[in-house]
C-alpha cells in the first residue's frame, strides 16, 4: 500500500516556474515508478512524466519536454517535478501516481495509488 501527498502548486505567471513534490508512505515507494499526470478543466487526466526505480530511466509527454523534469529522492520517498518556462495551457490539477512494478507505464490505469492532486494555475 502506497499513500501519495502532493504539494507545492499554485499561481505563476507565464514563464515562471513551479516544484512539485509527493510524499510517499509506504515500503514499497523505492520499489515503484512514480507518475505525474494532469488533468485541465473539461478535458481527460493526461499523462505528463515517470520515472524508473531508481530515477535513471525518465519518460515525459511531448508538451512538456525540454521544460519539466521529474526526480526522485528515494531517501526520503519523494519524487518531484520541476516546471519550467510555464504556459497558459499548462494549467491543470496534478496528480501523483504509483506503479509498484519495474515497467515505466504512461496509461493512468496501470498505476495503482494516486494522490489528492495539487492545482497549479498558470496566468497569461
Known amino acids: 500500500q502506497v499513500q501519495l501527498v502532493e504539494s507545492g502548486g499554485g499561481l505563476v505567471q507565464a514563464g515562471g516556474s513551479l516544484r512539485l513534490s509527493c510524499a510517499a508512505s509506504g515500503r514499497t515507494f523505492s520499489r515503484s515508478v512514480m507518475g505525474w499526470f494532469r488533468q485541465a478543466p473539461g478535458k481527460e487526466r493526461e499523462f505528463v512524466a515517470a520515472?524508473?526505480?531508481?530515477?535513471?530511466?525518465?519518460y515525459y509527454a511531448d508538451s512538456v519536454k525540454g521544460r519539466f523534469t521529474i526526480s526522485r529522492d528515494n531517501a526520503k520517498n519523494t519524487v518531484y517535478l520541476q516546471m519550467n518556462s510555464l504556459k497558459p495551457e499548462d494549467t491543470a490539477v496534478y496528480y501523483c501516481?504509483?506503479?509498484?512494478?519495474?515497467?515505466?507505464?504512461?496509461?493512468?490505469?496501470?498505476?495503482?495509488?494516486w494522490g489528492q492532486g495539487t492545482q497549479v494555475t498558470v496566468s497569461s
Open positions: 520515472i524508473s526505480w531508481s530515477g535513471g530511466n525518465t
Open positions: 501516481a504509483a506503479r509498484p512494478v519495474y515497467t515505466i507505464a504512461t496509461t493512468e490505469r496501470l498505476y495503482d495509488y
